[in-house]
């Protein structure tokens, strides 16, 4: 009985970590916080800032967290009113706009 309950405690713990890790698509803060600085010096004049009034441009909310590779084409290479981005930003840089643009100003 003994080795049934710490199956089960086992279980639970294991299950828990999925759950977690499920829920936080794991970017690291310091990413995200990175991310947000770009962000507002390079993106807020069209997209609005924290993505809040992006006016004519993309709302960038609502951008499919699925299309990581749209995302990093169209910020490197521009897409109609938006300008290519390829020769200012490091493909870091753009990873960590991407962690910002999927997680930064969810609740
Ligand atoms: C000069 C204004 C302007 C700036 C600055 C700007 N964008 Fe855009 N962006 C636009 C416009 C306009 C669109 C809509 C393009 C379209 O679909 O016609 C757009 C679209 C996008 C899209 C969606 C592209 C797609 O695949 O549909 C992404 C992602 C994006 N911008 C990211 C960024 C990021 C990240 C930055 C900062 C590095 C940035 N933008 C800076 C104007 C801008």
């Not at 294991?14 to 759950?19: F, I, P, Y």
């Not at 938006?82 to 997680?103: F, N, Q």
Request: proline content about 8%; some cysteine; aromatic content about 8%.
């Amino acid at each position: 009985m003994k080795g049934l309950t710490r199956a089960i405690g086992l279980a639970a713990v294991a299950l828990w970590c999925a759950t977690a890790a499920a829920q936080d698509k794991s970017f690291p803060p310091e990413q995200i916080a990175k991310g947000a600085d770009i962000f507002a010096r390079n993106c807020s004049p069209c997209h609005g800032p924290r993505m809040q009034d992006p006016e004519s441009a993309f709302d960038l909310r609502k951008f499919p967290p699925d299309e990581h590779d749209r995302f990093v084409r169209s910020v490197t290479n521009g897409k109609n009113q938006m300008p290519p981005w390829g020769d200012l930003l490091k493909r870091d840089d753009i990873e960590a706009l991407w962690a910002y643009v999927t997680m930064g100003e969810k609740k």
